[in-house]
């Protein structure tokens, strides 16, 4: 009992890395949008990757601020032998 | 093709000069040229590190603003004579580089060196900025401890929008360097693992220098801990390093793996 208590007390890393991880995905947002643009293009390419065989460089991701309304546009060229038809997704969200 | 590499951190005290020497040393040794660069205006210590600090005539402001030639501020190691070192300055103030003088010296550099090696300063003004901005690739120094972790993830921000690279869209090659890494400790659960560090910064690994007693023989001396055999197990890791960043494919091995449990057992013993 004694002997298990203290093995714990001991493992300080695992504390240390929950909280980096915790920290660090809010510091990430919080650095600006050329950081989170990275991090939605990357997330965004691992999601239609899963879905769709289709070339990287054929996503495109931007978000613009104008006064009170920012914009999240994205992009995807998806070649027309992977679902039938010629297409083009586009999405914008306000 | 020249290499500019800078050496960065964030946090002050986790090796970067340390690393930018024993780097820079191993690199010659294989017989490229290499020059070593102190971007730490005011408080500059790569030269006393390298074992120079008596022989700096003119510095890299001088150069910049055009007071001396690059040759002129170059020094040539002693004991390697593909290395060299282009000092900081140890008196003006760190606004005296600019830009345009950063970009010209880099340049004439990479005329004369295969290996430009930059010592960033701590922190990310001005002085980190202009270390990482016109460099090809980037070596993320580290501690396995919180602070340095979270400074590190700061750092490769910046690596990935203030650079030249990142300005004209191009990937900014950037890898981990582990320093004071504990094998022991680590793998009692006291200090982040190599993974832990890995997962939670998420670019690739140089290298992992087990925390050792010859770091510091080696910068009282003034003699990277590469250049002598008695280098131990750090100067073996930086050794190793080195051949990865030249492009070879050297496993990284993890040191002193085999004496952990013993480590632990007497550890404990002890406590």
């Not at chain 2, 090796?15 to 040229?33: D, E, F, H, I, V």
Request: hydrophobic share 45%.
């Amino acid at each position: 009992m004694s002997l298990f208590s203290f093995l714990k007390s001991r493992s300080t890393a695992p504390v240390a890395r929950e909280r980096l991880q915790i920290l660090l995905a809010h510091e990430r947002v919080a650095l600006g949008p050329r950081d989170l643009v990275t991090i939605l293009r990357d997330e965004l390419l691992a999601t239609i990757a899963r879905h769709i065989e289709f070339d990287p460089e054929k996503l495109t991701v931007k978000m613009d601020r104008a006064g009170a309304m920012s914009t999240l546009e994205i992009e995807v060229e998806i070649p027309s032998d992977k679902v039938g038809v010629g297409a083009q997704a586009r999405a914008s969200a306000a | 093709m020249s290499k500019v590499i800078v050496v960065t951190s964030g946090k002050g005290g986790v090796g970067k000069t340390t690393s930018t020497a024993s780097l820079g040393a191993a690199l010659a040794q294989s017989g490229q040229r290499v020059c070593v660069v102190d971007f730490d205006v005011g408080l500059r210590n790569l030269d006393l590190v390298m074992g120079a600090e008596r022989r700096v005539v003119f510095d890299f402001i001088n150069v910049a603003q055009g007071d001396a030639k690059l040759p002129q501020a170059l020094i040539r190691d002693k004991r390697i004579d593909t290395l060299s070192l282009l000092a900081a300055s140890q008196t003006r103030d760190k606004d005296a580089l600019t830009t345009e003088g950063v970009e010209r010296v880099i340049g004439e550099l990479r005329g004369m060196f295969d290996w430009i090696v930059c010592d960033s300063p701590a922190g990310i003004e001005r002085g980190a900025l202009l270390a990482m901005r016109y460099a090809d690739q980037a070596i993320v120094v580290a501690n396995p401890e919180v602070s340095s972790v979270r400074d590190s993830d700061r750092i490769i921000g910046l690596l990935d929008s203030k650079t030249m690279r990142a300005e004209r869209g191009e990937q900014m090659e950037k890898r981990l360097l582990l320093t004071r890494f504990d094998p022991a400790r680590s793998s009692s659960g006291e200090m982040l693992s190599i993974d832990d560090v890995l997962e939670i910064l998420s670019i690739p690994l140089l290298g992992v220098i087990p925390e050792s007693k010859e770091i510091l023989r080696a910068s009282n001396i003034g003699a990277p801990v590469t250049m002598n055999a008695s280098g131990g197990p750090a100067g073996l890791a930086y050794q190793e390093a080195a051949r990865r960043l030249a492009g070879e494919a050297v496993p990284v091995a993890i040191p002193d793996q085999k004496k952990t449990f013993f480590t632990r057992l007497f550890g404990r013993r002890a406590a």
